[in-house]
């Protein structure tokens, strides 16, 4: 069996959004590289259209380079485990896959096999995610991870004490990745939903949101976000620029939501609001 290999060349930092723009297409494996990633879809099983739709409208923000062959099925699972490295934040949290057997043991130890879903801890996002949530007070608080992707931050949560967290993304195959990788942490306390979150009802307000996506959507659901969070409750965004947070700041402010910090890694950032 043949498949259509998609080689992307691009600037590490849009790498993990344009995998997550190119899965829409159809592409269904990702396998990241020096020079950016490739993806791999069978034959001719996608969306031209929309790809170079995608290819056009980034080229307009940075060089972004697509070429196309074809290629043998391979054990993708095999290749993946070549490239994948654990990632350790600040001595304190690990995130590995299952066949990586750590050296020394940390407080937090998460496996996650993030298959085609995004959020393995190596995109500088997921990494300050996690830094940050490392200092928030998680115990018996109610959590919602919007845009959850592979649950990694759900996970981090749920192991950082949290009572309960509604975990939400719109990938059919975020969900699926998702529940394995709860399961395979032993978290039982994170319900997994598909659906955006003005689709979604919620029971009860959250005490912590955790919004991981990028800057537009961020802007749009700020709204939401106000309307589910608990008087005095923290708000953690990223998946945006550090050029982005005074646009990010004036919109939360219309909401009556106040910096606490923000924190920046390779020019990528996160913000921490709290609701007035």
């Known amino acids: 069996m043949y498949h259509t290999r998609l080689v992307v060349i691009c600037d590490p930092d849009f790498a993990e959004i344009l995998m997550a723009e190119?899965?829409?297409?159809?592409?269904?494996t990702f396998m990241e590289n020096e020079k950016g990633f490739e993806a791999y879809v069978e034959m001719e099983n996608f969306d031209k259209v929309a790809l170079e739709t995608i290819?056009?409208?980034?080229?307009?923000?940075?060089?972004?380079?697509?070429?196309?062959?074809r290629i043998q099925k391979k054990n993708w699972n095999e290749e993946w485990e070549k490239s994948y490295e654990p990632v350790?934040?600040?001595?304190?949290?690990i995130i590995r896959a299952s066949f990586h057997q750590p050296e020394k043991s940390y407080p937090?130890?998460?496996?996650?096999?993030?298959?085609?879903?995004?959020?393995?801890?190596?995109?500088?996002?997921?990494?300050?995610?996690?830094?940050?949530?490392?200092?928030?007070?998680?115990?018996?608080?109610?959590?919602?991870?919007?845009?959850?992707?592979?649950v990694v931050l759900s996970?981090?949560?749920?192991?950082?004490?949290?009572?309960?967290?509604?975990?939400?993304?719109?990938?059919?195959?975020?969900?699926?990745?998702g529940k394995e990788n709860a399961e395979i942490n032993g978290c039982s306390n994170i319900r997994i939903r598909q659906g955006k979150i003005s689709e979604l009802k919620f029971d009860e307000p959250?005490?912590?949101?955790?919004?991981?996506?990028?800057?537009?959507?961020?802007?749009?659901e700020m709204p939401y976000y106000n309307?589910?969070?608990?008087?005095?409750?923290?708000?953690?965004?990223?998946?945006?620029?550090?050029?982005?947070?005074?646009?990010?700041?004036?919109?939360?402010?219309?909401?009556g939501l106040q910096k606490v910090r923000h924190t920046v890694h390779d020019t990528w950032?996160?913000?921490?609001?709290?609701?007035a």
Not at 88 to 93: A, R, T
Not at 116 to 129: D, I, Q, V, W
């Open 22 to 28: 190119i899965a829409e297409t159809g592409f269904d």
């Open 55 to 69: 290819r056009e409208r980034y080229n307009q923000q940075t060089s972004v380079i697509f070429y196309q062959d």
């Open 88 to 93: 350790i934040i600040d001595d304190q949290c």
């Open 108 to 150: 937090y130890d998460i496996i996650i096999t993030p298959k085609m879903s995004f959020g393995t801890g190596h995109h500088a996002t997921t990494y300050l995610m996690i830094k940050n949530q490392l200092e928030i007070d998680h115990q018996g608080k109610r959590v919602m991870d919007a845009g959850c992707g592979t």
């Open 155 to 177: 996970v981090m949560a749920a192991k950082r004490g949290a009572a309960f967290v509604d975990a939400f993304d719109i990938d059919a195959w975020s969900i699926e990745n």
């Open 206 to 220: 959250f005490d912590i949101i955790l919004a991981n996506i990028n800057k537009n959507i961020l802007l749009m």
């Open 227 to 255: 309307t589910y969070l608990l008087k005095g409750g923290l708000l953690l965004l990223s998946g945006f620029y550090e050029s982005d947070i005074q646009d990010l700041l004036a919109r939360a402010e219309k909401e």
């Open 269 to 275: 950032a996160t913000l921490l609001l709290q609701k």
